[in-house]
């Protein structure tokens, strides 16, 4: 199982940024996804969840309304669209999913919020 992050960057307050998640090695279609993020001097939490077909979502308080995760089970890719975002923000974002009966993660992917 490989989680390959990318898209990651400097971003304006205010700005959008989208996150992808290139998955390989398993089934991807079969696996529910998620995006975790981990700021400096904090744990890491979870940000959004979407389940195999992409029917249900949930977000975190603090990005509901500002982010939308989504998948493309034909590119075995999931996504994170960021909106509105704020210096809160700033943290490495994560993908994630539960395969096999372990959890994999992908490497992460910097976000900076910053003007």
């Known amino acids: 199982v490989q989680l390959v992050e990318s898209g990651g960057g400097l971003v304006q307050p205010g700005g959008s940024l989208r996150l992808s998640c290139a998955a390989s090695?398993?089934?991807?279609?079969?696996?529910?996804m998620r995006w975790y993020r981990q700021a400096p001097g904090k744990e890491r939490e979870l940000v959004a969840f979407?389940?195999?077909?992409?029917?249900?979502?949930n977000y975190a308080d603090s990005v509901k309304g500002r982010f939308t995760i989504s998948r493309d089970n034909a590119k075995n890719t999931v996504y994170l669209q960021m909106s509105s975002v704020k210096p809160q923000d700033t943290a490495v974002y994560y993908c994630?999913?539960?395969?096999?009966?372990?959890?994999?993660w992908g490497q992460g992917t910097q976000v900076t919020v910053s003007s």
């Open positions: 994630h999913t539960w395969a096999y009966g372990r959890q994999f």
């Open positions: 090695g398993f089934t991807f279609s079969n696996y529910d």
């Open positions: 979407i389940t195999t077909s992409g029917s249900i979502t």
